[in-house]
């Protein structure tokens, strides 16, 4: 299993030893406001381990636990799966953030380093990603990240903005950009 890091995180592949901080993270109502629409309890935190668990074995991807790499706190969880948990359906990308780790570039961070992973080692030919549709700071996220948006869709049961980023348009932002 993949262990990632960028310049204030580390991801980790979701295990039991996250299991404090994700509950923690996951029992919060604003944390969870665009994604379930409640608070999740710790029998639902522990559930999400196990299906995470068992996509890493399939898959060999799925979602990280993002950790402060200078704390080792659990901070959020970001990861690659597919659209609608199908591998004939297009890589999605995602994050959450505890609300401490709001508004500190945080989710744009693990976003980059997700998506540099899917082009480059999952071979991903086009990442996508859905949001609630009143959720404006994941759509700044998926701005910054160089998503564009492609319409309204059907998945997991809403109607929601899904915003799509090709390898192709990867390759040409990271050949442009001075910071690479």
Do not use: K
């Not at 890091?5 to 295990?15: I, Q």
């Not at 899917?118 to 859905?130: S, W």
Request: glycine residues 8%.
């Amino acid at each position: 299993m993949t262990v990632l890091a960028s310049a204030r995180l580390r991801y980790e592949p979701m295990s039991d030893a996250h299991f404090d901080g994700l509950a923690a993270m996951n029992r919060d109502p604003e944390v969870m406001r665009y994604i379930s629409g409640r608070a999740e309890t710790s029998d639902e935190t522990r559930a999400m381990i196990a299906r995470v668990r068992t996509r890493w074995d399939e898959w060999g991807y799925s979602w990280w636990t993002l950790l402060d790499a200078a704390t080792g706190e659990v901070v959020g969880a970001g990861g690659i799966q597919h659209l609608g948990r199908d591998r004939a359906n297009p890589h999605e990308i995602g994050w959450r953030l505890r609300r401490a780790s709001w508004g500190l570039g945080l989710a744009t961070e693990a976003a980059h380093t997700m998506a540099g992973h899917a082009f480059a080692v999952l071979d991903a030919p086009l990442l996508c990603a859905v949001r609630h549709p009143d959720n404006a700071a994941s759509q700044r996220v998926m701005d910054r990240l160089g998503m564009r948006y492609t319409g309204m869709e059907d998945w997991d049961g809403a109607r929601v903005p899904v915003h799509a980023l090709t390898r192709a348009e990867w390759l040409a932002m990271r050949a442009s950009d001075p910071r690479d």
